[in-house]
């Protein structure tokens, strides 16, 4: 079945941009939508003491493809049949256009409807490009479309918070890929120079939490005495990611700190307590947590997916810049499926965008 569409864009290019003006049809009215869901799982070998194999996890058999069929419009050419037939030149308007990139690209669907759990983007290339001729006149071109995976994805879901000092914003993943994380992308403007840091409450292990309260000389150091009472009694030494005599590093504004637990065979845990100056709430939590140094004359852009950091002119930052001195400090934001409860720090406005899977085929 052939595709049915409004318009669609491609490398940046919309279909209705065409000097010549098409429609979606099929040629064929095949009612099959293809889903190319089957699926291969990997597996070990099997003997007479061994009558189940283990099992490596799953890959998919097949990509999902699309055909477009297109015509001239009619009513565009008050139906005359000379002027729907496509001349070479109309031919090449399109080939040249299609077939250029040699690399995976996205095309974005228009519908004349809108459903939530249609996939509008796919990535991929179109792989061919046939002629529908009748009595040797072309009429019609067949465009087939490869896709990189076998679902395609929504528009870009957009959530973005304004924060001068802390706040909470729930991100939600409806993805169909329930036992998989959504990578997303992250836009940082900050409004000062300072300290950032995201924490997903919802992708961590909360080791401890609770009211801070003061039995130091500051609250800073108060947090530095629950860490150490809580590795005691949990059977932990605690060995800080700093430099230094103490190798303790405090993290925005003081309000926290990384560390590692290691326990008596020596195995590292990755930990970072914080507390909130207002509420004095604190948490002791492994994984989840990022931090960076920013600036106001420096605009961040993050993919979490491709693991790059970029400016606004998409040159790469170094994480020395982002005053990140172990590439292990660093949490790539990552959303479970279903809700995300990010907490975010410091001065900025955060923009985070990710995509969604849509299993239903073309």
Known sequence: MAKQFKDFTFTGKKFSSLCTKYISVDFEDNSDIPLTMERNMEIGETNFSRVEPNYFGDTWTDVLPIELNIVK???????????LVITKGEIREITRWLTSPHYPEWIEFEYDHDNVDEAKNYRGWFNNVETWAVGSE?????????CTTPFGYTD????????????NILVTNDSD???SYCYPTIEIKPSSNGQIYICNLSDCKILKNGILTLTESTYFQSML???EEFATLNGYTVKYTGKGAFNIVALCNDTAVQFY??????????????????????????????FMDVYTDLNIYIDCQKLIINDSLGRIITYDKLGITDVDHIYWLR???????????????FTITHKESRKVGE
Not at 73 to 83: C, G, L
Not at 156 to 165: G, H, P, R
């Open 73 to 83: 419009d009619p009513s565009q050419y008050d139906y005359n049949q000379k002027e």
């Open 138 to 146: 072309v009429y019609g071109l067949k465009l087939s479309f490869k």
């Open 156 to 167: 870009d879901i957009v959530n973005t918070q304004t924060v001068t000092k802390y706040s």
């Open 177 to 179: 890929e329930l036992d």
């Open 225 to 227: 005495t629950l860490i």
């Open 261 to 290: 637990l290691i326990d008596r065979y020596n195995n590292e845990i990755k930990c970072t307590a914080f507390y909130m100056d207002d509420t004095k709430e604190y948490r002791i939590i492994e994984d989840g947590f990022m």
């Open 335 to 349: 959303l479970i499926n279903g809700h995300n409860s990010l907490l975010l720090y410091g001065n900025a406005k």
